[in-house]
């Protein structure tokens, strides 16, 4: 039998090639460029991986597409004096496609909340305003009208997006942002696995329109998690975590500008927690893990809430006479599979508001509710600690 022989340089060959197509192959580290992110940008421009420096109200205008690609940062500077925030007008589209390992990072050099503005995107899907509009002006400082009745508008998409220690308050002493402001956007909009961290208003605010949020993180927000006006309407929205720390008022604020309606945006798979000790944004006598109030109604399911055990605080709070009339009676606000962990009571009312009785199967108990269920990784961890608490 004829042997094989094989000499060490071809067999050094043999596991060259091998290791070329190897799917495990190291991949050399990115180099991330620096640049600037400033002015109005109004022809479509791609931000490569880098770390960038806002500067000033970005404006994206309409018929600009910016994109960011994953991994990227980008800080404002309060100590420069200016206002600084990244606004897409209608018409305008902002694609940040970050992924769990390498987020898009908004942030702050100071890490102050309320150092900056956030995200503000606005749309022209339908709003429904005060005494009826269908137009409305931004609260942001901005002076923006929002509103219109493309129920698909598409601003672009966001996914794996934090934003950090944002809700400038303007010194107008009126005008607040928060970390993502949706005026009016459409369902053609993606938004997905969103964190709004430390920010000095709200971390998500909705000003009508049908989008929806899909995997959002609230953490440590002073005044409410997630808040919407203006018949907000999203149907689709899943798998919202807030957690309350260090100042904090509503879990969820939900209104509708005094306007009885039936729009019943639809939210499933909700964790609201409080951690011990925290205060309340203006020493606020109440901070409740969900308050309907001026109209707000809704459908949520599979419901957690945990860490509002404060006498003043309840699970589910009416604020008013007509929100209880016209929309707990009349049936439009449904509470299913809500568990409460502590001694949080169930409801709470005002002096116009005695007695809550929700009609049979609209509000449901479970002590089997899981609320939100989310993937740790890096798009939900700041400083190495996790905001899955």
């Given at each position: 039998?004829?042997?094989?022989?094989?000499?060490?340089?071809?067999?050094?060959?043999l596991f060259v090639g091998c290791s070329e197509d190897n799917d495990e192959t190291v991949a050399t580290p990115k180099t991330p460029v620096v640049g600037e992110i400033t002015g109005d940008i109004t022809a479509n421009r791609n931000y490569v991986f880098g770390n960038y420096?806002?500067?000033?109200?970005?404006?994206?205008?309409?018929?600009?597409t910016v994109t960011i690609e994953a991994g990227s940062k980008i800080t404002a500077t309060l100590s420069d004096g200016?206002?600084?925030?990244?606004?897409?007008?209608?018409?305008?589209?902002?694609?940040?496609?970050?992924?769990?390992?390498?987020?898009?990072v908004f942030t702050e050099s100071s890490q102050i909340p309320g150092s900056w503005g956030g995200i503000i995107m606005y749309g022209n899907a339908p709003i429904v305003a005060l005494n009826g509009l269908t137009t409305a002006t931004s609260e942001d400082g901005l002076a923006q009208q929002y509103g219109g009745t493309n129920d698909t508008?598409?601003?672009?998409t966001l996914r794996y997006v934090r934003v950090e220690y944002a809700g400038k308050k303007i010194?107008?002493?009126t005008s607040e942002m928060n970390g993502f402001s949706f005026y009016s956007v459409g369902s053609g909009t993606i938004l997905e696995n969103l964190v709004a961290y430390k920010g000095a208003d709200d971390g998500f605010e909705f000003y009508g329109?049908?989008?929806?949020?899909?995997n959002a993180i609230s953490y440590g927000n002073f005044d409410d998690s997630f808040d919407w006006q203006d018949g907000w309407k999203g149907q689709l929205s899943t798998n919202w975590y807030a957690y309350q720390t260090g100042t904090g008022n509503f879990g969820m604020e939900i209104e509708c500008k005094n306007n009885n309606n039936s729009f019943l945006p639809k939210v499933s798979n909700i964790t609201l927690k409080r951690a011990a000790g925290t205060l309340t944004e203006n020493n606020s006598a109440e901070y409740d893990a969900i308050q309907f109030k001026n109209q707000?109604?809704?459908e949520y399911t599979n419901i957690l809430i945990d860490g509002y055990s404060n006498p003043s605080a309840v699970a589910v709070r009416i604020q008013d006479a007509n929100t209880n009339t016209n929309q707990v009676n009349a049936s439009k606000i449904k509470l299913t599979n809500v568990k409460i962990n502590g001694t949080t009571p169930q409801f709470g009312g005002t002096s116009t508001v005695t007695s809550i009785v929700f009609p049979a199967g609209q509000y449901t108990t479970s002590t089997t509710s899981t609320g939100a269920s989310l993937?740790?990784?890096?798009?939900?961890?700041?400083?190495?600690?996790?905001?899955?608490?």
């Open positions: 039998m004829k042997k094989l022989v094989l000499s060490l340089s071809v067999l050094s060959l420096t806002l500067k000033g109200i970005v404006k994206i205008k309409a018929g600009a200016s206002v600084d925030a990244l606004v897409v007008e209608n018409g305008g589209k902002l694609i940040v496609n970050g992924t769990a390992a390498e987020p898009v508008h598409n601003g672009g010194t107008d002493g329109g049908t989008v929806n949020l899909i707000g109604n809704g993937t740790n990784g890096a798009w939900s961890t700041v400083n190495g600690a996790t905001l899955l608490q």
